[in-house]
């Protein structure tokens, strides 16, 4: 064969890979409180700035038109709204980046229903089992539901209960959704995309500083997989939490947003051991539910700091990096395709539990901690090169600079 016949057949074979359709797995985005919202947002205007189909040459011009990604919003604060409303004046992708009413579960709350007289929390006794709150107590907080859970974590776990039926019913619709769209050959071959129909992956994104997500994040976590279970059934789901650490949020009262992330991740701790217990029953009418044991296949924890102590100072910073993370799934799949093959090579580690060890002082003591824990960053190499152009530029013209 002659060279050039060669070098023909191995540009041919390049131009058929980039044609190939990527292979996604279809993902449906929770986010709690203002952290899920702000890391959402941030997925959601990739998506609409990426160039899809063969060659790069096609955008969506909303998010109904990508068919392998669902959101939903969950929080007390319906200030968030009026804040993506201010936004939408002088920014023009806004309108349609912001979620949909359908997206959403955000509703007031009436903490009256719940806290006129000691009598009234007895009134649902699945709540009242693990409230730890009296009515007087509740009515000295001056809570205002509206604007968020105060950080609070009590509150907003009652406000999943008051909501339960709407983000049951949500989470459905979405997922079925995602199921439905994997037939959707006509926006999949627009965009130049497949679907892995052996996988449909849940995403819960939150903090644990404040009071909306580090109340709210074990009861979602296993509805999820409830839901993901009846939808499609068997191991064909993960349900995968990022949840935010403390440290970011210093600013906003430092012993409180640590003392809740404490005592969130002690129950996580709990619960990824295997503590279905922590739920009792979200509706009466519907009785104990069949839960998995822990509330989610894979945990990452985002810091704002890494091991050099190196730390951000915003932590929006960080909810960048996470939607580039969580993005990448869609723009690379050989991205996604290497983090699933090392994730399944790491199963055999996380299942072990980690044993410290102990002073001698302290006797026949022994701990035990769950190792399913993960994390993940992001590293840039700066080479400097952008900045010595822009040196020689304006060298060359320094009267147009």
């Known amino acids: 064969m002659a060279p050039q016949e060669s070098a023909d057949i191995n540009t041919l074979t390049e131009t058929d890979k980039e044609n190939t359709p990527r292979k996604l797995q279809p993902t449906l985005f929770i986010g709690l409180g203002g952290t899920g919202m702000e890391v959402v947002l941030r997925i959601r205007r990739r998506i609409l700035h990426h160039t899809w189909g063969a060659g790069g040459s096609t955008r969506v011009g909303s998010l109904e038109e990508f068919p392998v990604a669902e959101f ?9 709204l009026l804040e993506e409303g201010r936004a939408a004046s002088s920014d023009p992708l806004a309108n349609i980046v912001k979620l949909p009413a359908q997206d959403r579960v955000v509703s007031g709350l009436d903490l009256l229903k719940y806290s006129r007289n000691e009598d009234d929390l007895h009134k649902y006794p699945n709540i009242a089992a693990w409230f730890p709150l009296t009515a007087e107590k509740v009515r000295n907080l001056g809570i205002d539901p509206s604007k968020g859970a105060g950080q609070m974590r009590p509150i907003s776990r009652l406000y999943f209960f008051d909501n339960y039926r709407q983000t049951r019913d949500t989470i459905a619709q979405k997922l079925d959704h995602l199921k439905a769209n994997r037939g959707n050959r006509h926006q999949l ?15 819960v994104i939150g903090s644990i500083a404040g009071g909306t997500g580090s109340g709210s994040f074990l009861d979602m976590g296993w509805l999820a997989r409830l839901l993901g279970e ?10 995968q939490l990022v949840l935010f650490t403390p440290r970011g949020y210093a600013k906003a009262d430092k012993d409180h947003t640590e003392a809740n992330g404490y005592a969130a991740l002690m129950e996580l701790e709990t619960c990824m051991r295997q503590y279905p217990e922590y739920v009792g029953t979200w509706l009466l009418d519907e009785g104990k539910p069949n839960l998995d044991p822990s509330p989610y296949t894979d945990v990452y924890l985002i810091e704002t700091a ?4 190196h730390a951000l100072e ?17 723009a690379n799949e050989d991205f996604a395709n290497k983090k699933r093959s090392i994730a399944v090579n790491q199963q055999k580690h996380k299942v072990l539990s980690y044993h ?3 002073p001698e002082d302290y006797g026949m003591l022994k ?3 769950h190792m399913g824990y993960s994390s993940f960053g992001q590293s840039i190499l700066d080479t400097q090169h952008s900045r010595q152009l822009d040196e020689q530029e ?3 013209f320094p009267e147009a600079s």
């Open 356 to 358: 410290p060890p102990i």
């Open 189 to 203: 071959d627009r965009l130049n995309l497949d679907v892995d129909s052996e996988k449909v992956r849940i995403v």
């Open 394 to 396: 304006y060298q060359q």
């Open 72 to 80: 939903m919003h969950f929080d007390l604060d319906q200030g968030a």
């Open 314 to 330: 915003d932590v929006k910073d960080v909810y960048e990096m996470v939607a580039d993370a969580l993005f990448e799934d869609f």
């Open 306 to 309: 890494n091991m050099g102590r």
């Open 230 to 239: 009846k939808a499609f059934g068997g191991a064909r789901y993960d349900v």
């Open 367 to 369: 701990l035990k901690y």
